[in-house]
Nanobody, 129 residues
Framework: QVQLVESGGGLVQAGDSLRLSCATS????????MGWFRQAPGKEREFVGV????????YYAGSVKGRFTISRDNAKNTVYLQMNSLRPEDTAVYYC??????????????????????WGQGTQVTVSS
């Protein structure tokens, strides 16, 4: 059974940091690119960032670039999202997702929702001003 379980969300003040974790099971984590998305109330789910299956490549949305960092630990089947300098506009439910499609490049960084097969249930991040 495939599982992706996010944790680490919470209520913080603007300028604070949080680290989200996404623990996975039920699939071969090391063969999957791992992405983070978020969805604010009344808005579409949007791409935040991704790390390739090899871990050699990352890509971030412009709104978080320089503030957020994605990393992965293949030994723990876990992907992380380090969020620094949080802003009220970062308030959203954050989801991790896995793209396990076999691809020619281990450095591929999928950025579209439809490219991801598996999704977590999300964790709430609220940033107060």
């Amino acid at each position: 059974q495939v599982q992706l379980v996010e944790s680490g969300g919470g209520l913080v003040q603007a300028g604070d940091s949080l680290r989200l974790s996404c623990a996975t099971s039920g699939f071969t984590f090391s063969t999957c690119a791992m992405g983070w998305f978020r969805q604010a109330p009344g808005k579409e789910r949007e791409f935040v960032g991704v790390i390739s299956r090899s871990g050699s490549s990352t890509y971030y949305a412009g709104s978080v670039k320089g503030r957020f960092t994605i990393s992965r630990d293949n030994a723990k089947n876990t992907v992380y999202l380090q969020m620094n300098s949080l802003r009220p506009e970062d308030t959203a439910v954050y989801y991790c997702a896995a793209d396990c499609t076999s691809r020619s490049s281990s450095a591929y960084t999928p950025r579209l929702k439809y490219e991801y097969e598996y999704w977590g249930q999300g964790t709430q991040v609220t940033v107060s001003s």
